[in-house]
Every structure is written in structure tokens, then in C-alpha cells.
């Protein structure tokens, strides 16, 4: 309560808690429905889709490297927040006022993963304004703020299905994300503190480019990128196989995966918050692997259990494991470069990127082999082995 208080009064955490809850809102409204768009609305077809999320993932990492760094070089972070918002409002904009294949094809590769950057950059405005406090609320702070991305994804989603149900076209989510991204604008512009004049320590890096770069490709800083990689690829295993195991053939439907993943997300939120004050002094890579364990649980048995009445139990090992996989990572990996948080927080999107390749790899095997039951249990192995690697080299 003390951190959710923080994070309330605070008027730096307050404005990276408003942006981040606005920024979750718009990904939850855009990500289930880019596929069917490229796919089906804009003729890529399957290769086509594949091409754009290649070139998405490139352009978000490479922009998130590039302007983490940059940020700890100037200390604008203020300026460059603000311009990858404008990416998220021009491309919004464009889809609403002349959306059309290569429009799509721009605003899906380029403009919204540019403006992936405010992810990064929320999280290191989060972290620079909890050095005003003790140590022990830092976790908790960065919690909160996590929590609040997720918050959305459990009251927005719904909204979009009644939508939908009622008739609205798919294409609706562009002028209501230009909305919203307005709303995140007048946030960084009026409540994002101005650069060079923050309450609290931000001085620039002094390293160029290229040694900032090299400081981040360090064997010993990559690996554990990579471990937490491994940790992440089975919460994207989860997502790209619960709808392919809950399927008419097992008495299943859309309608209890709607309903499975909006448990899993809506009692994600509570564990979040829950989680620094219950782990408080505890380890940080045993609770990775405890994470990693519990929510392996939930996806090797998903597609053993997904036509019986005892997959709903799994939304509690669910719940758990996947908020401690995803919030603890976050210290951890700002830890490991911790005199730059812009850079520390762009290791965010280079783990993303590692588990969603891991997470590529293990699909296509698993499919190849046998079927969405072998890509789960690949998907659990691989995050175990990531969270024992990284719990190995920290001992060492």
C-alpha cells in the first residue's frame, strides 16, 4: 500500500502511471486484432503478416536500444517520450484518415513499434524518482507501475468484445487509439517532469554510441538478457497455443478463451501488487525460478487439461508465476546497468525480443515433431533452463 501510495502522490510516478495505463490500454486494443487486418482487411496473408512482425520486431528493439541510450547521453527523456508518442499519434492518425494496405504496412512496422520506446522510458522516469526513497519501496514502486500497464487489459478487453458483438468494424480501435494517445500527449507535455530540471540526480552518461553499445553486448550482461529471454518465451508460448487447445474438438471455444485469459490477466494485477511486500528481502533469481516453475505448470498441463473442467484451476499457478515473471525481471535487469536507466530500461524490449524468437523456435519445432502439447512442454523446459542459468551465474 505504501508504493500504490507513492505512485499516487508522487507527481512523477503519477504522470509515468498515467502514461503507462494509457499505453496499455492502446496495445490491449490493437494487438488481438493486427493479425486478422494484415491478414484478411489488407490481403498480406500469412507471409505477408510474418514479414511485418519481423520488421516490427527490428524497428521496436533497435528504436528502444537507440533511445535508451540517447536518453542517459542528454537526460532529455522528456523530449524523446514526447516523440514517440507523436509516432503512436501519427499513426493512428494515418489509419483513420486514409488507412489502406501500405498505410498499414508503415504504421504497423515503423510508427507503433517506435513508439514502444515509452515503455522503456516510463520505467526509467520510475526508477530515477524512486532514488528519492528507501530502497525497499523501489520494487514495489516498479510494481505498481507494471500493474498498471496490465490493469487494462482487464477492463478494455471486454469492452472491445461487446463492441464488436454489436457491430462495430475492427477498424474502430485506430480512432479510439487516437484518442487515447492523444490523452497520453497531454500527460508527458503537462505532468512528465521537464528535463535537466528533475528533483533528483540525472546526469548524463558521458559515453559515446558506440562504447554505450558495447557496454550493453557484455558477455556477462547478454547471457542473463538471454536467461530472462528463456524465462519470458513461455508466457508468449501461452498466448500462441491457448485458442490453437481450446477448441471445439475438446468442447471448447473463443468463448472460454476469452474467459481464461481475462482471469489469468485480472488476477495477474492483485499478485503484482501483492508480490514486494510477500518477497521483500527475498531473492530475486530464486523467485525468477519459482515463477518460472509454478507458471510452467499452468502451460505444460494447458493442453493436457484444456477439455476438462480441472483447466481452471491452472489460472491460479497462472496468476502467480506470471506476475513474478513479469515484474521482478524489470529491477532486475535496470540493476545490471544501473548508472544508465535508460539503457538498463531498453534491456526490457532486447529480452522481449529474445523470448519472442525462443518462443518462434520452440513452436516450429514442437509442431514439427508431434503437436501443441510437445510446443508446451519445450516452452516450460526452455523457461526453466533460462531462470537455473541465471540463479547459476548470479551464485557464481
Known sequence: MSAIRLCASDPALRAAGLVIALQGAVVCSFGPYFSTLAVNAYGFGDKGFAILLALSSVVSVSASITAGIRADQTSNRRRITLAAVMSLILGTFLMTAVPGPWVFAVAAAILFPISGVTFGQVFALARLAATRYPDGERDGILAVIRALFAAPFVVVLPLW???????????????????????????VMRLWPADRSVPWQDRPSGLSFRAALAEMGRPRLAARVVALGAVNAASTVYVAIISLVMVAGVGRGTADVALYVGLVAGLEVPFMLMLPSLTRGMDRTGLIVAGAALYGVHVGLLPVLAGSAAVWFLILPAAVGGAIILTVPIAYLQDLLAERPGAGASLLAVQRLAGDVIAAGCFAAGTAVAGYGTVAVMGVLVALAGASALWWADRR
Open 161 to 187: 468484445s461487446v463492441a464488436f458483438s454489436h457491430g462495430l468494424q475492427v477498424t474502430a480501435i485506430f480512432p479510439i487509439g487516437l484518442v487515447m494517445s492523444g490523452c497520453m500527449l497531454l500527460v
